[in-house]
């Protein structure tokens, strides 16, 4: 078992450079699946979901060529297999890309449902409404989506939520289909315009990518391109807020700042000084942090994926603050954690209710998904004490070698491996034996 060991109460200071984005990444490597070439992806991150992308490309046969920690080349024209390995593509959720470049190159797919954090009903309803629109047949059976075509057309597609998940994969299908495809209601984040951009690359004809009206019109065939992923706004975010819970003054590199704009204005109410720059971000405290409320919304609204480590920065400020999640019913699972690090936070459905105490105590925790992970990093870096934290595989889904960039700034934190509690007890009974 590993863990992140923190010795709280040390300032962030220096600079840290931002990797790429995650949410992009799971879903760009997927669609070189839809060239009839060779890609080159530059900027991705070494985080574990995008290694759990890569194998599965292999192991359906594409020849996957590391050229440097951050860049890849991918020749998935060999792949001629529609069905993703089970085992494999349960590990993780953005899983579900691989059925619309699927079923846009071979007109079929095979894929589990997906796994990844246990933040509530993930439904796929729309991502199989949209493929339904196009001209594909589906059966969902033991955990298993397939999806069968003769032959895919443009069609007008209204989604009857904002999902990012079904906007991406109506995206990939459409790109080959004959004709026109209009997705209304479409998701608007970043890593939306990403994808599109990257397709475009490769000889896609879309508009519109980040509004909620996206038209796709069909090609016949896609090329190779090298493209490199977006910064991650979320890992930006994530060390804005730490730095501004260790009262810190960090330079943040690599960065989109328009992407950040939602997380930028409510750290500036809660008292954060913010400088922003071409291509990077400084975060400073100088004086106390005050409440505010968020409620967290789809693009270009406040993030949820920040809601959990702008909760931990409001239990440090002056206060009662509101949080309201507007987007997974189980985003405040990590609340129990916080509790026992002395954070003062009632949860009423939808809503928490903190009361900044304006201290936290290290205290042994557990990482219940990726971004509470990334909450309670944040909480034992500002805490007073010892923090270990566990199961930080959740964290390793989505953070590139966050502890030695958060070394770097100055923080005390390691990652130590322990014997896994239950083979320490069997191997205690056999000695005693």
């Known amino acids: 078992m590993d863990k992140f060991i923190i010795k709280g109460g040390r300032r962030l200071v220096g600079e840290v450079e931002i990797s790429g984005a995650k949410n992009a ?31 599965i490309l292999r192991e359906m046969g594409a020849e996957v060529t590391p050229l440097s920690a951050t860049s890849y080349r991918i020749d998935a024209t060999k792949i001629e297999k529609c069905c993703v390995p089970y085992e494999t593509a349960r590990k993780m959720r953005a899983s579900y890309y691989f059925l619309g470049a699927l079923l846009g190159k071979f007109g079929k797919a095979r894929v589990s449902m997906p796994g990844g954090c246990p933040l509530g009903d993930r ?54 289909a004959e004709g026109l495809t209009i997705l209304e209601n479409a998701a608007k984040e970043p890593h939306i315009v990403d994808l599109a951009n990257f397709l475009n690359s490769m000889g896609a004809n879309i508009m519109g990518a980040g509004t909620d009206v996206i038209k796709i019109r069909g ?24 730095a501004a819970a260790t009262n810190g003054n960090v330079l943040i590199k690599n960065v989109i700042p328009k992407h950040l704009e939602s997380i930028t204005k409510k750290l500036e109410k809660i008292g954060v000084n913010i400088e922003q720059f ?11 942090l005050v409440k505010t409320s968020i409620k967290t919304t789809p693009h270009p609204g406040f993030p949820t994926d920040m809601q959990p480590q702008i909760a931990t920065l409001l239990t440090l400020a002056e206060g009662t603050s509101i949080v309201t999640e507007g987007v997974w019913e189980q985003r405040f699972r990590y609340v129990d954690e916080l509790r026992r690090m ?36 944040i909480a034992g870096l500002a805490a007073n004490g010892i923090t270990e934290i566990e199961d930080i595989f959740h964290i390793e889904r989505g953070y590139d070698c966050m502890e030695g960039k958060l070394r770097a700034l100055g923080a005390d934190i390691e990652k130590k491996s ?16």
């Not at 879903?27 to 574990?48: F, G, K, R, W, Y």
């Not at 291509?279 to 100088?286: A, F, G, H, L, T």
């Open 219 to 242: 090609v016949k065939s896609l090329r190779g391109a090298t493209y490199a992923v977006i910064p991650d706004q979320i890992e930006a975010g994530t060390f804005m807020v730490a």
């Open 123 to 176: 439904p796929i309803d729309q991502h199989l409404k949209a493929f339904a629109a196009l001209g594909a047949e589906y059966k969902v059976d033991q955990g298993m989506i397939d999806l069968t075509s003769e032959k895919l057309t443009g069609n007008q597609i209204f989604l009857d939520v904002v999902s990012v998940g079904a906007t991406m994969n109506a995206m990939l299908a459409a790109v080959k």
């Open 25 to 55: 990444a799971v879903a760009i490597i997927p669609a070189v699946i839809l060239s009839d070439e060779p890609c080159v992806l530059e900027n991705v991150p070494a985080i574990s979901d995008v290694n759990i992308s890569m194998r």
């Open 418 to 433: 322990f014997p896994d509690e239950a083979v320490a007890s069997e191997k205690k009974k056999a000695i005693t034996a």
């Open 342 to 377: 002395g954070a003062d936070i009632s949860v009423d459905g939808k809503v928490a209710v903190i009361e900044g105490t304006g201290k936290l105590m290290g205290a042994p925790v557990k990482a219940c998904d990726l971004r509470a992970g990334a909450a309670l990093i």
């Open 278 to 288: 071409d291509d990077s971000i400084r975060v400073s405290v100088d004086g106390p």
